[in-house]
């Protein structure tokens, strides 16, 4: 008997904490340890964006309402690193991605 193994197509992202310490090794290359990092996701309607972290130029370009994933980790010198993702509220698309090193966005 023959059984076919099928490879998963959907690849969704998870934004949690590990994904979080996995991009900023990958991106930063900074080792982060998990449970150093803080992060909520949180269903909003635009008008409850704050404005300091996501432009208005951008948020009214945003899905309403939106689901926004949000990450601290301060490391031991004192740098805060801040990371916000807008997905919709399946968690499927990603619709905006800021980060932000001591309040200054970076690429």
């Known amino acids: ?5 099928k490879k998963a197509t959907c690849k969704q992202v998870i934004y949690d904490g590990v994904w979080f310490k996995e991009e900023m090794l990958r991106r930063w290359r900074k080792e982060i340890v998990l449970n150093e990092v803080g992060f909520e996701s949180i269903l909003l309607e635009r008008d409850e ?3 300091d972290l996501i432009p208005l130029h951008e948020i009214q370009t945003l899905p309403n309402p939106l689901l926004a994933h949000s990450f601290i980790y301060v490391e031991d010198e004192g740098d805060e690193w801040i990371c916000v993702v807008v997905t919709d509220e399946s ?3 990603n619709h905006y991605e800021a980060w932000l090193k ?3 966005e970076i690429k």
């Open 91 to 93: 968690n499927r698309f």
């Open 1 to 5: 008997m023959y059984h076919s193994k």
């Open 102 to 104: 001591n309040n200054e």
């Open 49 to 51: 964006v704050n404005e």
